[in-house]
């Protein structure tokens, strides 16, 4: 795997040269550096990246459904090869286990599966067909037709906490190669080797299906100048990002302020509420225990859908819930983060924590350098509506519990909450008249909400909305995982009056794709 | 009529206070001041007409396609009665003549009653069921499910140029109703009656179907402080906008530095050119010319899709084009616009354009006050590309031939244009060889694409597209005129486990509301 990698940035179907600002990959587990050396992409190189693109995009516009699902398919197949370097990889540069590596690089091409059956089968593009009417009067009818076209070159800045899922060739990368647009990468510095070696599988598969160079570019960056940059560029269309709230605004606020602004899709992370109600903890206690400290810890609670905030009722049997949690945490062992600048945060995000007024902290122990060891807080519901910083997300395995006096008062808490990725209501049968106005604050807050489950874990499918109003998400109408991601680099064009033989295929009057349109007004395939 | 016509703004089912700054309507065609005189509204009455909405929210939201359908019913039903009314009213206040206003009221209820039988229909929320798995390995497969719910409460801008069709009750209000969200319009100042009244007929829809009052709100200002104000409101989460490039930048500025930003959704107009190619030109050069004289004068050449440049081959068979328009223009009588500030503004851009070195001036006449002549330029490919004046919008009568040696020029200035709202080839079947490139290229840069034809007029219908890249619109994935307009106030919202009587209608297993499904990847209505 060596002679692979190089620290170079991946210009097309070139690399980029050595001299730029240099970095490294660290073992978070040790904080010893690795290899090989990462050089900064030149503003030169940014640009040769951004002009391939734009050459490959008409390309890529015109390609079909099966080409799209033929790239699709040979970037995963370029990764089931790569599995063993990858298996290698993601665990020296992050920290997970090679268990997690394997469980992800498979998501990670069952992902690129997905969409490439959504391309092949091609009705994504949403096909409309009215017909013309000449006799109608005063005016006649135009023939008009329509469906969703590539916006062009798209800019994808992955997670560290995903470093195959939601990185290099992640759920945008997949989304925006599907809907027709070139992508390029900006790779996360905290897995640069894991992004090289999965950017050289795409770039393998790009030249096998005979498709241009500029369809997949990397660039490395020691800083944020690259991203930056990229988000600027008038050869960028629109931008995928998962990261942290401050990052993903910086990026909306830059594209917002573009000569031509361009829509920023960044999931930026929540606090994902669970309310437990009165009827379950009564009946389920210790099980419900269970579940969310294991959600909590998964991972050493680095998931964008890690419940932040578990909201219990007042009382003996959510005092005795809490007793149990209080009880798992002491006995859960500190577990690495994923690079030194998480974990500092983390660390600074549970001492800030304790020293809310109002805030009791249940337990906490001291890490060892690099890990984090769970924590588990306790406030009343008026003060966590009172204080905005408990809304805040503390990236790691913590939690909050909020113990809220009645029904109402835990209406009022989920009212007062900001947009989340997910909110999660743990209930009993017999807790039904309290569960319906709760879905419907929760429906109007969260992009995903749940019953009687935990946050963490994200399917993979047509329904999901892995999104959520702002600051979950920097758009809060779109989702990065599922199949409707693919919508986020696509728009609508329309063709009036033009010959059978200019439209595009889809468009045509005898359905060549065999697609699902929607002719005058009327859902057909036929 | 006078009786009802009060100047004061509709906060819900109440009034505005008089005491604002105040401003009347303008017959355009006289200068004269008309009555009643409007009151501008107040920080307080922004508040309470922001907060009866908030209110009406989530009962729109769970209100079901037949109230929705209902409601847009009785909208399109009281406009009809207030036809005498609105058909003294627009030209008053507007100079269009009353045939274009009865015209256009026959529009703004077609829009409303399409709406409704989308909302009466209801698949458009496309509801998705992903079945759950508790058999697969490694981990049970949830159950997920997700539809389009409404945003929220919507700000709309209206148009001048449209008084019903893209004002009170136009497309921007009607999609958002029918996607559940209750509207707040800001009255456009230019024809402050016929808002008013128009909105009198929504407020008697909104009771007679008994909604919450907050359903609807209008109000009106002297400047532009209560827009920006609404913009700003937290309680506001998406904003619809027709009118100028500046306005809807400003806006889109407005709503992108909130601290939750919001989508706008402003369609700001564009130049809408036009490809006459060889063998066209050669064959009907005189059915051509006419048909774009008349595209180019139609309602003062007030409209967004005016065809602002003409693209003619250089040589004989275009010159005689060139020619047979100059002497339609030569031909033509000057017409009342809109307003004083619009005449001036287009009096502005055509002398300014008369000035720009390279540019020709065909025809050119002083206008009456108020009053617009048309006026017809010319340049050459080289000049067009050169000069970034050139490809902005002069809104009126006016438009600029651009001359081009062979079709690789041709080619090259579509290359070099910004986003539209239009572009159009006319073409013979000889001229075929050039059609194919060319749409490519249009493809990427407008959002509807037209062959034979001329862009005034905008068909409303399932598969319109009335958008286009910026800066065409702020959102260039977006119609605002259309059934896919009601896409713009939604966002996918999953429920994952919800037992099914805890699920909305639409994702219930039965189906009980009959829609058109993507059940586990397949469309079904079953």
Not at 182 to 199: F, N, Y
Request: with cysteine.
């Amino acid at each position: 795997m060596s002679e692979l990698l190089q620290g170079l940035s991946l210009i097309g179907a070139a690399r980029g040269a050595p001299g730029g600002a240099g970095f490294t990959g660290t073992d978070p587990t040790t904080g010893e550096a690795l290899t090989p050396r990462y050089h900064s992409a030149s503003t030169d190189e940014l640009d040769r990246a951004v002009a391939l693109a734009q050459a490959a995009a008409p390309v890529l516009a015109r390609s079909s459904g099966a080409q799209r699902g033929a790239l699709l398919r040979a970037i995963a197949e370029e990764l089931e090869q790569a599995r063993a370097d990858l298996e290698a990889l993601v665990p020296r540069e992050t920290g997970l286990p090679q268990a997690r590596a394997a469980g992800e690089l498979g998501r990670t091409v069952g992902q690129l599966r997905l969409f490439a059956a959504l391309a092949e089968d091609g009705s994504w593009v949403d096909a409309r067909i009215d017909h013309a009417d000449p006799a109608r009067t005063p005016l006649p009818k135009p023939d008009v037709r329509s469906l969703l076209r590539p916006l062009g070159p798209v800019a994808v800045f992955g997670a560290s906490n995903f470093p195959l899922a939601f990185s290099v060739a992640g759920g945008d990368t997949a989304s925006a190669l599907a809907a027709g647009c070139p992508v390029i990468v900006k790779a996360h510095p905290s897995h640069p080797a894991t992004g090289e070696r999965v950017a050289l599988a795409v770039r393998a598969a790009v030249a096998r299906c005979g498709l241009p160079e500029g369809t997949f570019s990397l660039l490395f960056d020691a800083g944020i100048t690259v991203g930056a940059a990229l988000v600027r560029h008038p050869g960028i269309r629109a931008v995928g990002f998962t990261g942290s709230r401050a990052g993903g605004r910086a990026l909306a606020d830059l594209a917002a302020a573009r000569a031509e602004p361009i829509p920023v899709y960044a999931e930026m992370g929540s606090i994902n509420p669970v309310f437990v109600l009165p009827a379950a903890v009564q009946a389920r206690g210790g099980e419900i225990a269970t579940q969310l400290h294991a959600s909590v810890l998964q991972s050493a609670g680095q998931f964008c859908t890690s419940p932040g905030v578990i909201v219990l009722p007042d009382g003996d049997a959510g005092d005795a819930l809490r007793d149990q949690l209080v009880a798992l945490f002491a006995g859960s062992t500190p577990a690495p983060m994923l690079n030194a600048g998480i974990a500092a945060r983390y660390a600074e995000g549970v001492a800030a924590l304790g020293d809310v007024a109002g805030v009791d902290t249940l337990h906490r122990n001291a890490s060892p350098p690099r890990n984090a060891a769970a924590a588990l807080f306790e406030t009343d519901a008026a003060r966590f509506r009172a204080e905005p910083q408990l809304r805040e997300e503390v990236f790691g395995p913590m939690t909050l519990l909020v113990r809220a006096h009645d029904d109402t008062d835990m209406l009022a808490l989920a009212q007062s909450l900001e947009g989340q990725l997910t909110a999660t209501v743990i209930a009993d049968a017999t807790d039904q008249a309290q569960v319906a106005p709760l879905l419907d604050v929760l429906a109007d807050i969260a992009g995903r909400v749940l019953m009687n489950g935990v946050p963490t874990g994200v399917e993979v499918g047509p329904a999901m909305v892995h999104g959520g109003p702002y600051p979950a998400t920097s758009d809060g109408r779109s989702t990065s995982v599922g199949t409707a991601a693919i919508e986020r680099f696509a728009r609508r064009v329309c063709f009036q009056n033009l010959p059978d033989a200019l439209l595009p295929e889809a468009l045509r009057e005898a359905n060549p794709l065999g697609l699902w349109r929607l002719v005058d007004g009327a859902r057909v395939r036929a």
